[in-house]
């Protein structure tokens, strides 16, 4: 009955699956953070926590539903000589979904920077960014429950390694969603991340398979990029604030 715990096997399988999981989870982390990050600041933390579990739900969901899954992969019609399957269409959609959405947010984040803020409509409901982080958590899921599908049989292996894998984004939500409203160019790298995301969704939706390695390295690449970029403006405005008390001391004395 338990000769799976002794099983290398079964752990390696689950540790690797876990990892997969969470590097998944990376972009509906950033999705969650710029969405939560429109709200009020009381209510941010509660919308990361519902967003996540709506995340875990949908990926536990699809997950019993493995047969409907699979059918999903099977054509429905053909345009042009190109099959569709139910797959291919959440996909396409959901990738049109987050780069309209994506592109919204960056024209608003501009707007905002250079003042035009008072143009922006009323306030958004708490409502409408859990509806839009359902929707797109299907989207995300969908994506993460085929991976466990091929990478592991046990059933019961998959459901832990999900959930682990979506306690562990929830801890690491909140520190990366502060990160990214305390820099604005953090956040704009972060929506340029989705639209990133959002050509791969429709890419794949049309059986354009693009590694995803490439893609998180890019990612990453940009990401750590940018961190040295703040690090560097933070030392500037350091010795720029030093200099300026030792010419003030200077005048004093």
């Given at each position: 009955m338990l000769d799976w715990v002794t099983d290398p096997q079964i752990w390696i399988g689950f540790f690797t699956l876990v990892a997969l999981e969470i590097v998944l989870g990376i972009d509906n982390i950033i999705f969650i953070s710029i969405l939560a990050g429109k709200l009020p600041p009381e209510?941010?933390?509660r919308a990361r926590v519902l967003g996540l579990a709506a995340a875990l739900i949908s990926r536990l969901l699809l997950l019993l539903g493995l047969s409907w899954v699979v059918q999903l992969t099977e054509p429905l019609f053909a345009v042009l000589g190109h099959e569709i399957s139910g797959r291919d269409l959440i996909l396409l959609v959901g990738g049109l979904f987050l780069l309209a959405k994506?592109?919204?947010e960056i024209s608003h984040t501009m707007d905002v920077a250079h003042g035009e803020d008072g143009?922006?409509?009323?306030?958004?409901?708490?409502?409408?960014?859990?509806?839009?982080?359902?929707?797109?958590?299907i989207v995300f899921s969908l994506d993460s429950v085929i991976t466990a599908v091929g990478m592991v049989e046990e059933i019961g292996?998959?459901?832990?390694?999900?959930?682990?894998?979506?306690?562990?984004?929830?801890?690491?939500?909140?520190?990366?969603?502060?990160?990214?409203?305390?820099h604005p160019s953090i956040k704009m790298l972060a929506l340029?991340?989705?639209?990133?995301?959002g050509v791969v969704l429709v890419a794949e939706g049309l059986d354009q398979h693009i590694p995803k390695g490439y893609i998180y390295f890019a990612m990453a690449f940009s990401v750590v990029v940018e961190l040295l970029n703040i690090r560097m403006r933070s030392r500037q405005r350091k010795k720029v604030a030093t200099s300026a008390?030792?010419?003030?001391?200077?005048?004093?004395?």
């Open positions: 209510q941010r933390e994506s592109v919204t143009k922006q409509a009323a306030a958004v409901s708490f409502t409408s960014v859990i509806v839009q982080i359902m929707l797109l958590d292996v998959m459901i832990a390694a999900v959930v682990v894998s979506v306690l562990v984004m929830l801890f690491a939500s909140g520190p990366i969603s502060r990160f990214v409203d305390q340029a991340f989705l639209v990133l995301i008390e030792g010419e003030t001391a200077s005048k004093m004395h």
